[in-house]
């Protein structure tokens, strides 16, 4: 069952920053936030992951709420290949829930 | 490097026909692996994952199942396909303890 609220959609122009909202009110002390990003006609591809401190990898950067109640997934210059579904998941990958559960994510739109 | 199968790629089958799905992973040993189903225009929804040779666990209750006969193989079936079933079918893995679920190119099934 999803657990993180996320926009429907959301539009950027090319070249600029895009900064994607997460809502997980409920997440507990060892859930990491997961995002995903879905590309039409593909499965989902990992984008980045944090537990507390923000995280950059080569891809995007995550910005982690201090009570850690919501995230921002952030993109720093949106190319018209970042148009996709974005995924935010809450969960704990070495407790006993093996299994990854998507909700509904949000329909990134890139504008040339 | 691990990579992962899918076949076949679309596939457009008649009410009430068999259907098998078959998934396989290479470069990896005792992944965790994964059935998620994706209907038009929706988002993913797991259907089967196993931890191991044998083990099924079964997320929704429906007229698909799932099998792992060697470690690297995963195989989705039906004795009778409904109209339902049409959608777009990934497998995916993820190696015990790591934190990374890796998608496969996915099948695309048309019921007609």
């Known amino acids: 069952d999803a657990k993180t609220t996320q926009p429907n959609s959301m539009e950027s122009n090319e070249e600029e920053p895009v900064h994607l909202p997460c809502n997980h009110s409920?997440?507990?002390?060892?859930?990491?936030i997961h995002w995903y990003r879905q590309l039409p006609s593909q499965g989902p591809e990992y984008v980045i992951h944090g537990l507390t401190s923000n995280v950059n990898n080569r891809m995007a950067s995550l910005a982690i709420a201090e009570d850690r109640k919501s995230s921002t997934l952030i993109l720093h210059r949106a190319t018209l290949r970042d148009a996709a579904v974005y995924y935010c998941?809450?969960?704990?990958?070495?407790?006993?829930?093996?299994?990854?559960?998507f909700g509904t994510g949000t329909l990134l739109a890139v504008q040339p | 490097s691990q990579t992962i199968h899918q076949w076949p790629a679309t596939l457009v089958q008649p009410v009430g026909s068999p259907l098998s799905l078959e998934c396989t992973v290479e470069?990896?040993?005792?992944?965790?692996l994964y059935w998620y189903r994706q209907a038009a225009g929706r988002g993913l929804q797991l259907l089967f994952y196993?931890?191991?040779?044998?083990?099924i666990s079964s997320e929704v209750p429906q007229n698909l199942s799932a099998s792992r006969p060697q470690d690297w193989q995963f195989i989705l079936s039906s004795k009778k396909l409904l109209l339902s079933d049409s959608g777009f079918y990934l497998c995916a893995w993820r190696g015990q303890g790591t934190d990374t679920q890796y998608f496969g190119p996915g099948t695309r099934l048309t019921v007609l």
């Open positions: 409920t997440i507990s002390g060892t859930d990491y």
């Open positions: 998941i809450q969960w704990n990958y070495g407790g006993a829930t093996n299994k990854l559960i």
């Open positions: 196993s931890v191991g040779i044998g083990q």
């Open positions: 470069g990896t040993s005792n992944p965790n």
